[in-house]
T-cell receptor, first 114, second 115 residues
């Protein structure tokens, strides 16, 4: 069965520093991986996805993610964090089948302090 | 309206009430999803509709009844809910066919409180 794990409940970084939010996955077949962000009392917003091709995927708001097949990881990164990046981040993997169903991780709260 | 909309945004109901949540997508997608998000819990997928056919029901209690009258609209009918059903209910849509790796687009959610 497909699954994702986000090992950190919370990540704290100082504004201007680089940030990393970790995600590991377990899939049978090719992995289709996604990152979403959720601000308080809002729905999830799509940030980026990996389907195939270049292992470094660039997304919205200056975020990027690195696909690492050998480590089965898909960590979210940003070179310079902003206070406004503080939110809840979800990693997801597409489930098998053709319904487009996603399996989400537990979520990681990112706190960026001034 | 653009994207995925949900109404109402907030709902307070008693355990004996009947209410419905509405979701509408303006993206031309062919799959729609209901999720439940409780405090300190991961997103729980409740129902999946693909081409207006329910293709997944994740052991959701019968007090939740989904309806998908067409590819743009999705409802969640609620009756005799329990306080533990209080949560944020999220609707999403995607273009799941012919390829199923397109991203899902989420609505803002309905914050449900059951008294």
């Amino acid at each position: 069965a497909q699954s994702v794990a986000q090992p950190e409940d919370q990540v704290n970084v100082a504004e201007g520093n680089p940030l990393t939010v970790k995600c590991t996955y377990s899939v049978s077949g090719n992995p289709y991986l996604f990152w979403y962000v959720q601000y308080p009392n809002r729905g999830l917003q799509f940030l980026l996805k990996y389907i195939t091709g270049d292992n470094l995927v660039k997304g919205s708001y200056g975020f990027e993610a690195e696909f690492n097949k050998s480590q089965t990881s898909f960590h979210l990164k940003k070179p310079s964090a902003l206070v406004s990046d503080s939110a809840l981040y979800f990693c997801a993997v597409r489930d098998s089948g053709n319904t487009g169903k996603l399996i989400f991780g537990q979520g990681t709260t990112l706190q960026v302090k001034p | 309206e653009t994207g995925v909309t949900q109404t109402p945004r907030h709902l307070v109901m008693g355990m004996t009430n009947k209410k419905s949540l509405k979701c509408e997508q303006h993206l031309g997608h062919n799959a729609m999803y209901w999720y439940k998000q409780s405090a300190k819990k991961p997103l729980e997928l409740m129902f999946v509709y693909s081409l207006e056919e329910r293709v997944e029901n994740n052991s959701v209690p019968s007090r939740f009844s989904p309806e998908c009258p067409n590819s743009s609209h999705l409802f969640l009918h609620l009756h005799t809910l329990q306080p533990e059903d209080s949560a944020l209910y999220l609707c999403a849509s995607s273009q799941a066919r012919p390829v199923a790796y397109n991203e899902q687009f989420f609505g803002p959610g309905t914050r449900l409180t059951v008294l």
